[in-house]
Nanobody
Framework: VQLQAFGGGLVQAGGSLRLSCIAS????????LGWFRQGPGKEREFVSA????????YGTDSMKGRFTISRDNAKNTAYLQMNSLKPEDTAVYYC????????????????WGQGTLVTVSS
């Protein structure tokens, strides 16, 4: 099983990025996808997640209205659209997979991608 997260980069505050997570080696439509992030000197935190069928999503209050998660099961890919980025969004963003229903806890996820760095300048 492999999850590849990409799409990070350097962006100015107020800008946008779209992260992608491509999965292989698993039946993608049987897995929920979660995005987590870890900023400098911080613990890994939950960002957003989506169930196996895309019908249910969840995001933290601080990111609602700015971040949108989606998925395309035909492409084995999940996305995180990030708008109105702030310097405090600077972090390595990880995607993770667990069977069917999402969790906000990292310990619930069986598979993890390598992370992609998002840097937001002020």
């Amino acid at each position: 099983v492999q999850l590849q997260a990409f799409g990070g980069g350097l962006v100015q505050a107020g800008g946008s990025l779209r992260l992608s997570c491509i999965a292989s080696g698993l039946t993608f439509s049987h897995y929920a996808l979660g995005w987590f992030r870890q900023g400098p000197g911080k613990e890994r935190e939950f960002v957003s997640a989506i169930n196996w069928d895309g019908r249910s999503t969840y995001g933290t209050d601080s990111m609602k209205g700015r971040f949108t998660i989606s998925r395309d099961n035909a492409k084995n890919t999940a996305y995180l659209q990030m708008n109105s980025l702030k310097p405090e969004d600077t972090a390595v963003y990880y995607c993770a997979a667990k069977t069917f229903y999402y969790s906000t806890s990292p310990s619930g996820y069986a598979y993890w991608g390598q992370g992609t760095l998002v840097t937001v300048s002020s």
